[in-house]
């Protein structure tokens, strides 16, 4: 396993402005999960998709958020109008289903001016 | 509301000593229970706790989940520098598998 691997790995972007992150997961993963951490928290559950279907976001995703998994395999993570309070790491995970071990990538840290 | 606490927030001690680290629970649909080591960048995995009273060890580090009381520990013997980092604990729920984290517990060790 190459491990879950994201990218970019640091954005700094004007408010305002929009954002897309990529994670591609460990092959044959079909779970793939977003979520966000701020300083001195744990991460925050965004959403997750099985193969290529989104099953669940949370109410911490507004409209400005959206997931992808086109094809099953890498999901991307769009921020729509930037604000300053959506700086943070967004750490993108995958396991190979139910009751398996979530593995993380290394995350992408947002900052927004 | 599910939650997940973890005690204590932060915690110094010297290279040698032994430390325990808590995590209580109250959530729904509980599965299993998870730690993870985070040091500045993504967490990495420790252990997995599905079963009460079954001690899971690895090295110098072992853990341990009672479902009745709700609540598992995180040993450390022996400790070392490299064992500076955050500690988390994360409920896995039933159906959507999501993880529900603690805000962690931050371990220095002093050389």
């Known amino acids: 396993d190459t491990g879950v691997s994201q990218n970019p790995r640091h954005k700094i972007t004007k408010r305002g402005q929009n954002v897309t992150f990529r994670c591609d997961p460990i092959s044959e993963h079909n779970r793939l999960y977003w979520y966000r951490q701020t300083l001195g928290q744990g991460p925050e559950f965004l959403t997750y998709?099985?193969?290529?279907?989104?099953?669940?976001k949370s109410r911490l995703l507004s409209d400005r958020f959206s997931a992808e998994r086109p094809k099953g395999s890498f999901s991307t993570l769009e921020i729509q109008r930037t604000e300053q309070g959506d700086s943070a790491m967004y750490l993108c995970a995958s396991s190979r289903g139910v009751g398996l071990v979530q593995y993380f990538g290394p995350g992408t840290r947002l900052l927004v001016l | 509301e599910d939650k997940v606490v973890q005690s204590p927030l932060s915690l110094v001690v010297h290279e040698g000593d032994t430390v325990t680290l808590n995590c209580s629970y109250e959530?729904?649909?509980?599965?299993?229970l998870l730690w993870y080591k985070q040091e500045k960048k993504a967490p990495t995995f420790l252990f997995m706790l599905?079963?009460?009273?079954i001690e899971k060890k690895s090295g110098r580090l072992s853990s341990i989940l009672d479902k009745k009381e709700l609540f598992s520990i995180l040993n450390i013997t022996a400790t070392q520098t490299g064992d500076s980092a955050v500690y988390l604990c994360a409920v896995v729920h039933f159906g959507n598998e999501k993880l529900t984290f603690g805000t962690g517990t931050r371990l220095t060790i002093i050389p």
């Open positions: 599905t079963s009460s009273g």
């Open positions: 959530v729904t649909n509980f599965r299993s």
């Open positions: 998709f099985q193969n290529e279907a989104q099953l669940e």
